[in-house]
Nanobody
Framework: QVRLVETGGGLVQAGGSLRLSCVTSGRAFSSSAMAWFRQAPGKEREFVAAIRSGDISTSYAASVKGRFTISRDNAKNMVYLQMNSLKPEDTAVYYC???????????????WGQGTQVTVSS
């Protein structure tokens, strides 16, 4: 059983920064694609960023590109999301996800964390 645990959420003022972390217990972490999604109240879960296993190339949603950075540490089974220049519209529960391919589609990810709340005040 693969378990993902996110940490690092919190309350921050607009323009501030947060760094989310996700640790996974899965043995296949180094060969897995990892991603961050988010879900605001009353909205669908949406793609934020993803990182490949091999060449560690990255992909971002247009709404966060240039402000957020995804990275990973295969030795520690960790994936990170550095969030800068935060906006009130970034407020959501952020989820870490693990899958076999980089994708913006929720259904393509096999394992999910429980989520961490990020609240950006104006």
């Amino acid at each position: 059983q693969v378990r993902l645990v996110e940490t690092g959420g919190g309350l921050v003022q607009a323009g501030g920064s947060l760094r989310l972390s996700c640790v996974t217990s899965g043995r296949a972490f180094s060969s897995s694609a990892m991603a961050w999604f988010r879900q605001a109240p009353g909205k669908e879960r949406e793609f934020v960023a993803a990182i490949r296993s091999g060449d560690i190339s990255t992909s971002y949603a247009a709404s966060v590109k240039g402000r957020f950075t995804i990275s990973r540490d295969n030795a520690k089974n960790m994936v990170y999301l550095q969030m800068n220049s935060l906006k009130p519209e970034d407020t959501a529960v952020y989820y870490c996800a693990q899958g076999t391919i980089v994708s913006a589609v929720v259904a393509n990810y096999l394992y999910w964390g429980q989520g961490t709340q990020v609240t950006v005040s104006s």
